[in-house]
């Protein structure tokens, strides 16, 4: 079977990659032209622990191969950006463009597949557009909506050993999904209909906003009640039927941080709670911020000059390079616009160079700061020892003091 992955970004290179390592003849498709050429020379774009060797041998053993248009397969599938448009509304115009991209070369028998975070409805939109524009491929074609769920960072073993949902427009075209994805998939695939499907990604990332932001709520009573926050919920969990996550500095990514917002654009009446965890969690970033720039004052008021701060990490979780609606980075943002004169220095462990940020090595950061901010608990920052002698505002747990 020949396949066509439509993206090749966090999600879209590792399935590709996957599918290839497990026998399938695999065509990816980007229409960034360097990301096309680093994935051909075997050279990850992105971080993912062992993927990078995976990528050489299924390039090596030419079961895959990259290019910038698609090329005719027997399986498509859509793995796009679904950005904002507007007042945090779902733009599905990338899976669109996709789509229109395949469309020429769908044939017979073929199977089609979303994979995109989507809004309620999304794969019966697309297919309205295909049978539009190709009529004699209706009832002829497998169609079906097939969400991810995976942790960066992990992404080898969730990809194969994870559940999944697979969707169908019909219980045909559902059965198709699950004879591509049973080639490398070992977890149980779940059959249901495509609505179901794409309501249940948006479901899971959206229960997960409601529990960090609970978490995060906590964190700040415990800062005003002068109590320590981790310990609390350390505790807390020792009953045998309460799971408090960890509270951070936000949330971020392309999944917990949008997802939310496919629901309540749609069904705001109904979605009161799922806002408000948004809300939550947009302003733990904004509190954060607000909470850097008075230890900072705090410090220059006590020893009369200002200080040196270190922002620890850029990425929106630990030991990845994904900056993605990262609360770590909108906070290093508004530190420095509201502290335009300081001495800030900015690290991120995973990431080369910033087009907006100068980075600085972690080491050098912490031995040279006034005021340490952890952000992102990469693993570099657990290595670095409590200094009482510095001012550290940690946000992640790194210290949990």
């Given amino acids: 079977m020949k396949a066509c992955f439509m993206g090749l970004g966090y999600i879209g290179l590792p399935t590709a990659i996957i599918a290839a390592k497990h026998g399938v003849q695999v065509t990816g498709v980007d229409i960034n032209p360097k990301v096309?050429?680093?994935?051909?020379?075997?050279?990850?774009?992105?971080?993912?622990?062992?993927m990078e060797e995976m990528l050489q041998e299924v390039i090596a053993t030419v079961k895959f191969k990259a290019y910038t248009t698609p090329q005719e397969s027997d399986a498509y599938f859509m793995v796009v950006p679904t950005p904002f448009k507007g007042d945090h509304e779902p733009d599905v115009s990338y899976v669109e463009a996709a789509t229109r991209a395949v469309l020429p070369l769908l044939k017979e028998g073929d199977l089609y597949v979303i994979e995109s975070t989507s809004p309620i409805g999304t794969t019966e939109m697309m297919t309205d557009i295909i049978f539009n524009e190709r009529p004699e491929l209706k009832d002829k074609i497998y169609i079906a909506y097939c969400p991810e769920r995976v942790l960066p960072g992990n992404v080898i073993y969730e990809l194969v050993h994870n559940d999944r949902v697979i969707g169908g427009l019909n219980p045909e075209s559902t059965d198709k999904a699950i004879e591509f994805y049973s080639q490398f998939v070992q977890g149980q695939l779940h059959k249901t209909n495509s609505?179901?499907?794409?309501?249940?990604?948006?479901?899971?990332?959206?229960?997960?906003?409601?529990?960090?932001?609970?978490?995060?709520?906590?964190?700040?009573i415990c800062d005003k009640a002068g109590i320590n926050v981790w310990e609390l919920i350390n505790l807390a969990n020792k009953h045998p039927r309460v799971n408090i996550l960890q509270p951070g500095c936000g949330v971020g990514g392309h999944c917990i941080a949008v997802d939310p917002y496919f629901i309540t654009a749609d069904y705001p009446a109904e979605s009161k709670i799922i806002a408000s965890a948004r809300q939550i969690n947009n302003y733990k970033s904004f509190w954060c911020a607000e909470k850097v720039k008075s230890t900072m004052l705090e410090f220059e008021l006590k020893n009369g000059r200002k200080p040196v701060v270190a922002m620890m990490g850029l990425a929106f979780k630990p030991n990845i390079d994904d900056l993605r609606e990262s609360p770590s980075k909108t906070i290093v943002g508004k530190v420095m616009q509201m502290c335009n004169n300081a001495d800030i220095l900015i690290v991120e462990p995973n990431v080369e160079e910033h087009k907006t940020f100068k980075l600085t090595p972690y080491q050098e950061a912490f031995n040279k700061a006034d005021i340490v901010v952890m952000l992102t608990a990469h693993d570099q920052f657990k290595t670095l020892p409590y200094d009482k002698n510095k001012v550290i505002l940690d946000f992640c747990g790194i210290y949990k003091k």
């Fill in 36 to 50: 096309v050429e680093l994935t051909n020379q075997g050279k990850l774009h992105i971080i993912e622990p062992g």
């Fill in 195 to 220: 609505r179901t499907a794409e309501m249940c990604k948006l479901t899971e990332n959206s229960s997960r906003d409601v529990q960090i932001a609970f978490a995060n709520e906590l964190s700040l």
